[in-house]
């Protein structure tokens, strides 16, 4: 054993010393594991061990290269996913309660948009459409998922691109619900100085859009934990291709499409649920 480390009761090597024996320690002819990859999987237990959403809405904040390494280990499971779309559905729930409450308040309605009132409960069709529309859409993206990482020479299983879908999901709403008091605080500044009416909508609009903003967080969330996989298969077989850069050109053509359809989505079905006449005008008077 090297000079310097030190043995336990039950021969175990004390864990303040292992960055100094791990060299002399190791067998003749293995290598040294990465600084990194031990990290990755002191950081990554914990996490799997426990699966709290409370833990995942902490990972996610504070250290999101975990739940990447996580995922990249294996360590997607159903219960790991309802979790995370658990953590989406509140979060576009909360925007959409704020959203609707203030243009409740507001009573500036959009002409292109069915009227929102809590008093007739036509507030409730934005808030299910944007719940619905915003999983649904990244649903019909799942099989791109899995055939850009495949022509970009990946091997992921389908199971672990829904966790990533739904962890790219999940960082959307938590970066929604944190630049959300902005908007709520323009707004009611708006409502309380009596901004003119063009100006309340073009606050309601601005709020409309605010989870397409905070989706590109979820994007490079997305691309981020499929670079984890590609390098992890890099470095655990020589004989993996994987173009990166071809792989993160396909997130961004992901991202341009799903920013095109989702709102589509969500304007259909709001207007469709309140029996406004904008989905028909949409579809071509069907």
Known sequence: MPSGCSVSGKGEIA????TSCVTGALPVGEAAPAA???ADRDTAVPIAASVRTLDLVEALLKQPGQVDQLLA???ATLELVSRLLAITLVGFTVFGLALTTLMSIADAP???????RWADGSALWPILAYD???????GLCLPSFYFYNVLAGVR???TDVVAHAAKCLARSALVLVGILPLWVALVFGELVFGAHVSD???GQACGLLLPFFAGLAGVLSLRRGFAVVAE????HDDGVVVRAQFLGRLMGAWAAVWTAVTPVMIYTLWTRLAGHPGAALLLGGR
């Open 36 to 38: 990194s990859s031990l």
């Open 156 to 158: 992921i299983a389908m």
């Open 200 to 202: 309340l909508r073009a």
């Open 132 to 138: 619905v529309s915003v999983i649904a859409a990244c």
């Open 232 to 235: 992890r298969q890099r470095q």
């Open 15 to 18: 864990m303040n010393e292992v």
């Open 110 to 116: 959009l002409a292109w948009l069915p009227p929102v």
């Open 73 to 75: 280990g294996g360590g």
